[in-house]
């Protein structure tokens, strides 16, 4: 109330002088009533462009006074004798009035339109600078500054709106700012809250109607319209460093794609040719072998036939990743993969018993056979490693224990067991091949093209002794006719 009292006594006194000086002035100068009420008129429109309504109304009320009190007969006295002046009187304080309003108009109009074009040309340059700024931590700050924001920043949110990343901030940060910025972002609007000066707002970043972060300005005067524009901005330059990053993502893959492509070409190029010379030079020793070298012949060889089947996998699973190859699922029996798997290993079948069981009620499996054969032979491999020499290592084919559509594979072996699996009384618990003290890159091959057939490998430790993976793997679909 103090304040209005101070503006009107304000304007009161600036209308009073000026209005008063103009008075003196034409007293002075014997102007007549209608020379001076033109005089009083322009400063009546000088003042309420001037000052705004609130002067340019008191300089209509102050000017009818002067022109009734020092230019309307009987001079000096409010008593006006003729009833046109009261007329001529009438109209000139309406007429002030109502030019005042429509220049206090004009003026506010005037001021409200360079605010917007102020605004327009800050959204403008913030626009180019975002774009143009190295990232989002100072794009945060050319919209504060352009907002005339005493400080705030951009939170962002990574996985769930109640995981908060501070990208940028200035200023205090205000108390429980977790519950400030998950509130916009659940809401999908703005919140507002007065301050010391200005006003802080917090406003969420919607991209695609999703809310990845809020801009915070604390003590900012801007327009609500304008500040939304700034978080616009600021979003999609949440986006673009999103796409930035997700493309140089994307690069780096397709760069290391491209180098294991050459090291892998590079590898089986630059180990298949001595590979096919130790064949060969192997097959001699055999053939000039004794009973006494025999044995150590054959082991060579088998250690040379496995760094072959280790170089086929690698290839494999690098033609999968790279899509150069599609796996081909055709209903494959289980006795004919386990058979192939015992040709592949006719170096092991030599060493070793190798056991083959397929339960009579198993289905077939819908499967690329090349990858399965080759998923087999790497367990069967990584069991014959494991097993005491002269035990058998046993091939059995199921249905799955808990899932009809699928068949389970079993190779067991008569070793050691998995270290750090199971326990007396828990003698069978599933690890991932990667996860034990027997990782080694056959299971590693096994498992990274048994996913390439739907398919997933798991190892356990036996009850009565060694372990058991299994390979589980989707079963082929049964025809029927329509016939009974």
């Not at 400030?180 to 695609?208: C, M, T």
């Not at 004919?336 to 079948?349: G, K, Q, T, V």
């Not at 326990?423 to 990274?448: N, W």
Request: hydrophobic letters at 50%; proline letters at 6%.
């Amino acid at each position: 109330m103090s304040r209005r009292l101070l503006r009107l006594a304000r304007e009161l006194g600036i209308a009073g002088a000026v209005v008063g000086a103009a008075t003196a002035a034409g007293t002075l100068a014997g102007a007549n009533p209608t020379v001076i009420a033109l005089v009083l008129f322009t400063l009546v429109l000088f003042l309420a462009a001037w000052r705004g309504l609130a002067g340019g109304i008191v300089a209509s009320v102050l000017a009818t006074a002067c022109l009734n009190f020092f230019f309307l007969p009987p001079l000096h006295t409010w008593t006006i004798e003729d009833p046109e002046n009261w007329v001529a009187l009438g109209c000139f304080l309406v007429a002030s009035i109502l030019a005042g309003r429509l220049v206090a108009r004009a003026r506010r109009d005037a001021a409200a339109a360079e605010a917007r074009r102020r605004e327009v040309e800050a959204l403008y340059r913030l626009s180019v600078e975002l774009f143009r700024t190295g990232g989002l931590a100072e794009a945060a700050e050319r919209a504060l500054a352009a907002i005339g924001a005493r400080g705030g920043g951009v939170v962002l949110f990574e996985g769930s709106p109640y995981r908060q990343r501070v990208v940028s901030w200035s200023g205090p940060m205000p108390g429980a700012i977790e519950d400030l910025v998950a509130a916009p972002a659940r809401h999908r609007r703005a919140f507002e809250f007065p301050a010391a000066a200005g006003r802080d707002v917090y406003l969420p970043l919607l991209i695609d109607g999703r809310a990845s972060g809020v801009f915070v300005a604390r003590g900012t005067e801007a327009a609500t319209g304008a500040l939304e524009s700034v978080g616009a901005l600021l979003a999609l330059a949440v986006e673009r460093e999103r796409t930035f990053r997700e493309q140089a993502h994307v690069e780096a893959l397709r760069e290391s794609d491209a180098l294991k492509t050459s090291l892998l070409r590079a590898v089986s190029h630059d180990l298949t040719t001595p590979l096919t010379a130790i064949a060969l030079q192997t097959g001699q020793l055999r053939r000039q072998a004794t009973a006494a070298t025999l044995p150590l012949v054959e082991a060579l060889e088998g250690e040379a036939d496995r760094l072959r089947r280790r170089i086929q996998g690698l290839l494999a699973m690098a033609r999968l990743d790279a899509g150069a190859v599609v796996p081909s699922l055709e209903p494959t029996p289980p006795a004919d993969l386990f058979r192939a798997a015992r040709e592949s290993l006719s170096l092991i079948a030599r060493a070793r018993p190798i056991e083959v069981r397929v339960d009579p009620d198993c289905p077939d499996l819908e499967v690329d056979p090349a990858l399965a054969l080759e998923v087999v032979v790497n367990l069967v491999e990584n069991a014959h490693r494991a097993s005491p020499p002269g035990e058998p290592v046993t091939l059995r084919a199921r249905r799955h224990p808990t899932d009809e559509r699928r068949v389970r594979l079993e190779i067991l072996d008569q070793g050691p067991g998995i270290p750090l699996l199971g326990s007396p009384d828990r003698p069978e618990v599933a690890a991932e091949p990667g996860s034990d003290a027997r990782r080694g890159l056959g299971l590693e091959i096994a498992q990274g093209l048994a996913q390439a057939i739907q398919g997933t490998v798991t190892l356990a430790n036996r009850a009565g002794g060694g372990a058991v993976a299994h390979l589980d793997l989707p079963a082929a679909a049964i025809e029927t006719s329509g016939e009974p």
